[in-house]
């Protein structure tokens, strides 16, 4: 078994929907990113690739490459899973906390665990997603974007 920690961060200002675990919340600010700016799946992508040691997702898909501008993170995580299975590793569980003031998240948990099971190719129950706020404090305190901290479990294919 392997384990990996990822953690990503977007501000508020983005031109497009606000995308957070492959969802669009609706009527949100986007955040601000070279791709859709999903920090949750950013995250996970991160923490899978770790586990894997397989670096991490700005060497995947840099932001100086104009073919991942507007990027869907879904295929971008997509892709980590086939390179992470490709290497002789599945991915075991995969466990994430939202970090944000708003908006309130609680109504969308379980579709987000659905879609990132979805992408990851596991079942719900080897998803999980929470969020919690800052009470105020620091930047994500004020509202001024959104972070995640995820973690992976990987094991190796049999």
């Known amino acids: 078994m392997r384990v990996g920690i990822g953690f990503d961060l977007h501000r508020f200002g983005g031109d497009g929907p606000l995308m957070l675990a492959g969802i669009e919340i609706p009527s949100e600010p986007g955040l601000l990113g070279h791709s859709d700016a999903d920090c949750v799946l950013h995250a996970l992508?991160?923490?899978i690739l770790g586990a894997a040691a397989l670096?991490?997702?700005?060497?995947?898909?840099?932001?100086?490459d104009p073919r991942f501008k507007g990027a869907d993170s879904a295929e971008l995580l997509a892709k980590v899973r086939k390179l992470v299975e490709a290497e002789g590793f599945r991915i075991g569980n995969v466990d994430c906390?939202?970090?944000?003031?708003?908006?309130?998240?609680?109504?969308?948990?379980?579709?987000?665990?659905?879609?990132?099971?979805?992408?990851?190719?596991?079942?719900?129950?080897?998803?999980?997603?929470?969020?919690?706020?800052?009470?105020?404090?620091?930047?994500?305190?004020?509202?001024?974007?959104?972070?995640?901290?995820?973690?992976?479990l990987l094991r190796e294919s049999v």
Do not use: N, W
């Open 97 to 152: 906390t939202i970090l944000a003031e708003a908006p309130r998240l609680a109504p969308y948990r379980e579709v987000m665990r659905s879609r990132i099971a979805e992408i990851l190719g596991v079942s719900d129950g080897s998803v999980g997603v929470k969020a919690t706020t800052f009470e105020g404090l620091g930047a994500l305190g004020r509202r001024e974007g959104i972070a995640c901290q995820a973690v992976a």
């Open 55 to 64: 670096g991490d997702i700005g060497q995947h898909f840099p932001d100086t």
């Open 45 to 47: 992508a991160d923490a």
